[in-house]
């Protein structure tokens, strides 16, 4: 079996350092190849270029969610193509919908000697494939303000999602949408949040949907009401540890194939695996065990 790493190149130096140091030793009596991107988009060219070569192949996507989310679309019509995960990214939130291993287990590629074959589902929109999350609502507002302070070399660090928080929270923070959800629809409302999770993290270590499994052919909806800013940052904690599904007052939940947000014709932005995307009236498929992942064992 051939070993394809493609690593994010905005990773930190010193985690690709690190990385190639353990390809070359744990891989050494094997065929590999290191890849690295130089632009957006470049991690689903080089997986789609290596799996068009028709070789048993294992895929290892080595950076955040973002790296993952191309590489999957990159696989997407080759269901012969192993999957992996190198988590050295900045946002990681994929491993965590896997409790039993934490992230040192993915960083230790020993463990991929003796792997977990899973086969994950994926979620649709138009020809897009999400692995993890769609979403709509504030934290897509916030990703959207954050890309835009992170142009400039003088916001460092936290502050671009500072700055991104508080724009958000200023303006409008909801999308007046109908939702329509297998059979049953939601009247139009100002909506909060609006999450299909086939897995369970997102936007940094948030539990949107804490019973998702990856596998289970179903995705885990969360839509969320408008609710005062106040209540808001009282309900985040919640938010963030998964158990705001009791507050059915205004959290309605559950399991579901299908979600379609309807815009009337009006363009929306989503937040897909962390990356956004823009499209009218978005219909949300989940299509059942499309991809090998393969999971390390300690």
């Known amino acids: ?16 350092t690190e990385l190639e140091k353990q390809i070359a030793s744990a891989f050494s009596k094997e065929e590999y190849a290191i890849i690295y991107t130089n632009y957006a988009g470049h991690a689903k060219e080089i997986a789609k270029e290596a799996a068009s070569k028709n070789e048993e192949m294992r895929i290892y996507a ?7 989310h191309e590489v999957v679309n990159g ?3 080759y269901p012969h193509i192993e999957l992996a995960v190198v988590p050295i990214g900045t946002g990681n939130d994929f491993i965590k919908s896997f ?17 977990q074959r899973i086969y994950s589902d994926i979620i649709m ?3 897009q494939a999400s692995v993890n999350t769609v979403s709509a609502g504030l934290d897509v507002k916030v990703a959207y303000h954050v890309a835009k302070f992170k ?8 502050v671009p999602y500072f700055l991104g928080l508080l724009v958000s929270l200023i303006g409008k923070m909801t999308e007046k949408v109908e939702v329509q959800i297998d059979n049953d629809k939601y009247p139009m409302s100002p909506y909060l949040f609006i999450v299909a999770g086939n897995g369970r993290y997102y936007g940094g270590g948030y539990c949107p949907a804490p019973n998702a499994q990856i596998d289970d052919g179903w995705f885990d909806y969360s839509l969320i009401k408008k609710v005062s800013r106040f209540k808001i ?3 985040s904690g919640k938010y963030k540890k998964g158990t705001h599904l009791s507050y059915t007052k205004f959290v309605a939940s559950g ?18 695996d962390g990356e956004l995307y823009e499209t009218a009236d978005p219909q949300i498929t989940l299509y059942e065990k499309k991809i090998q992942i393969v999971l390390p064992k300690k």
Not at 1 to 16: C, D, Q, T
Not at 107 to 113: A, F, I, M, P, Q
Not at 151 to 158: D, E, M
Not at 255 to 272: D, E, F, S, Y
């Open 233 to 235: 940052l009282s309900l």
């Open 99 to 115: 409790p039993s291993l934490d992230k040192q287990d993915f960083l230790d590629l020993k463990n991929y000697h003796h792997i």
């Open 151 to 158: 142009q400039f070399s003088f916001f460092q660090g936290i």
């Open 75 to 77: 696989i997407l019509s």
């Open 1 to 16: 079996m051939k070993h394809v790493f493609i690593i994010n190149s905005k990773s930190s130096h010193a985690k690709r």
């Open 255 to 272: 399991k579901a194939k299908k979600m379609q947000i309807l815009t009337n014709g009006r363009p929306i932005r989503l937040n897909l």
């Open 62 to 68: 080595c950076g955040g969610d973002g790296t993952l």
């Open 125 to 127: 929109i138009n020809d």
